[in-house]
């Protein structure tokens, strides 16, 4: 059974960082991908970055130079290291795993960005 744990959301003034955690378990070959998604109210989730097993990386344009995404293939754990943060990235952030058969996604971790 595929599981997709999320951890590191809070709350951070503009301008501050946090890094986010994605755990994946549960398949025997691993995941071809893993990739980070948001979802603000009463907005569509979208990508913000997605790694593939091989290292290949794909950022949204609003995060490109502040956010990093990584991956420990031996860990099957995802990172996502968001740094000069703005209210506009206030959002629930989703992990998304993927293996050859379907996508799994995590519970959401709440990223709220505030003075």
């Known amino acids: 059974q595929v599981q997709v744990v999320e951890s590191g959301g809070g709350l951070v003034q503009p301008g501050g960082s946090l890094r986010l955690s994605c755990a994946a378990s549960?398949?025997?070959?691993?995941?071809?991908?893993m990739g980070w998604y948001r979802q603000a109210p009463g907005k569509e989730r979208e990508l913000v970055a997605r790694?593939?097993?091989?290292?290949?990386?794909i950022y949204a344009e609003s995060v490109k130079g502040r956010f990093t995404i990584s991956r420990d293939n031996a860990k099957n754990t995802a990172y996502l290291q968001m740094n000069n943060l703005t209210p506009e990235d206030t959002a629930v952030y989703y992990c998304?795993?993927?293996?050859?058969?379907?996508?799994?996604w995590g519970q959401g971790t709440q990223v709220t960005v505030s003075s």
């Open positions: 549960g398949s025997a070959f691993g995941f071809s991908a």
């Open positions: 790694i593939l097993r091989g290292g290949t990386i």
């Open positions: 998304k795993a993927v293996t050859g058969l379907a996508n799994y």
